[in-house]
């Protein structure tokens, strides 16, 4: 065993305070805080951080797919063999004709911009991200007759189900008078709730057909919506594609839709890693600095257990026990309370919410209408690792001062 039991005996009698030396345990005490409040924070920031991304990527690709075909011009026809066609390519697993358009959709009491995208209803009821939060039966839907429209939007325009919705869209009829524009009215068959603030309050859904036959795109679509099996494998997708139709569309993925999102999401998680590593840091130099202190107060005991046939490196390995000892537990509490903290912080949300009778976490800011915590336990690992790493090279130098004291020079000034 490295530490024998004389060794450990007196390190962890070290650092039980004693009036005398009370001060020093005090710097001690907050240094193991300290250890363990930044490891709890980094853990707890990066598994946000990491939900966040993937709650995000999830919702988006949820409702967007992973690539959207289009045609050269402003339709894409004919739609279904191509479709049929992609269906076949390896890692498709569901492929949307789609027609999207902007409309300003009104009701009786207010009005808001909105998109509409018209897909054919199995196939948009058959996602899961729709299923969960659908509200109402979705048998009008179904049947052509009606919209689905975001819960939120359904709030901003005061529409109940089974509520008439307007329609108007600025690509209007050529009359001779002019052009006026289009207008519609739909029965509300439901309403959705994605979880992400920019769908739920600004898209709305209609039959394929309906689309078609209001946007003017007969027999079209604007759109060929492609889901795969892994959100990676957009490249090898594409370039099948691109071979199955010889070039004749044109193909724009997640990652280019969302790039500067995520970068930007990417950017701001390396710099808070960066930060909080910061905290666990200056906790590090409290050690150095109570353990010089504990070194210099501890002169003549020093220099007696040298007398008494102590080595230097038992010395050494005293201080090395009591430093270390003050990171690996502070490393322990904080990597304890920062997962539990993590896979709670909902609640945690809900509990400060319900006290304070304030909102935390702005769905129209942050995007989502939850707070969200992934904890990627690799990550944990290289936290706990850094912590203890920090803890013990910062044990090193007084652990040495306190080995390499003269014994004469310590009793000759006590």
């Known amino acids: 065993m490295i530490f024998d039991a004389f060794e450990r005996m007196v390190a962890f009698r070290y650092l039980r305070a004693r009036r005398k030396e009370g001060f020093i345990s005090v710097i001690a005490g907050f240094s193991l805080l300290g250890i363990g409040l930044g490891v709890a924070t980094l853990i707890v920031v990066m598994a946000v951080m990491n939900g966040f991304r993937q709650e995000l990527l999830t919702r988006i690709l949820g409702i967007n797919g992973h690539m959207g075909v289009y045609g050269t011009g402003p339709a894409l026809a004919p739609f279904d063999p191509l479709a049929q066609s992609i269906r076949g390519l390896p890692g498709v697993v569901r492929v949307i004709p789609t027609v999207e358009g902007q409309v300003m959709a009104t009701s009786a009491s207010s009005a808001s911009g909105a998109i509409v995208r018209g897909v054919r209803p ?240 702005a769905a129209e800011i942050y995007f989502l209408t939850q707070l969200p915590a992934r904890v990627e336990y690799g990550e944990v690992v290289v936290v706990v690792l850094m912590a203890l790493g920090l803890s013990i090279a910062a044990t090193i130098y007084p652990s040495w001062r306190a080995a390499n004291l003269d014994p004469v020079e310590a009793l000759r000034y006590e």
Not at 291 to 302: A, E, N, Q, T
Not at 314 to 329: E, H, K, N, P, Q
Request: proline residues 2%.
């Open 122 to 361: 199995d196939d948009l009821l058959a996602r899961e991200i729709f299923a969960k939060g659908l509200g109402g039966s979705g048998e009008e839907f179904k049947n052509g007759d009606g919209v689905l429209v975001g819960y939120r939007l359904a709030e901003k325009l005061g529409l109940q189900i089974g509520d008439t919705v307007t329609l108007i869209s600025p690509k209007g009829n050529a009359t001779a008078f002019g052009t006026v524009p289009r207008m519609r009215g739909y029965t509300v068959a439901g309403t959705f709730n994605v979880g992400m603030f920019e769908y739920d309050s600004g898209f709305m859904f209609m039959p394929l057909e309906a689309a078609q036959t209001y946007f003017k795109f007969p027999d079209a679509v604007t759109q060929i919506e492609v889901f795969l099996d892994n959100h990676d494998k957009v490249t090898e997708t594409r370039n099948a594609i691109f071979r199955l139709t010889q070039g004749n569309v044109r193909i724009y993925d997640w990652q280019q839709a969302n790039a500067s999102f995520f970068n930007a999401v990417q950017v701001e998680r390396n710099v808070m890693f960066l930060i909080l590593t910061l905290i666990i840091l200056v906790a590090a130099f409290n050690i150095i600095s109570s353990l010089i202190m504990l070194v210099k107060d501890k002169g003549r005991d020093i220099a007696i257990l040298r007398t008494m046939g102590a080595t230097r490196g038992m010395i050494m390995r005293i201080f090395f026990l009591a430093g270390a000892s003050v990171g690996v537990v502070g490393t322990v509490f904080g990597t304890i309370l920062g997962v539990w903290f993590a896979t709670h912080i909902e609640q945690i949300r809900q509990f400060i919410q319900s006290i304070i009778g304030r909102e935390l976490f």
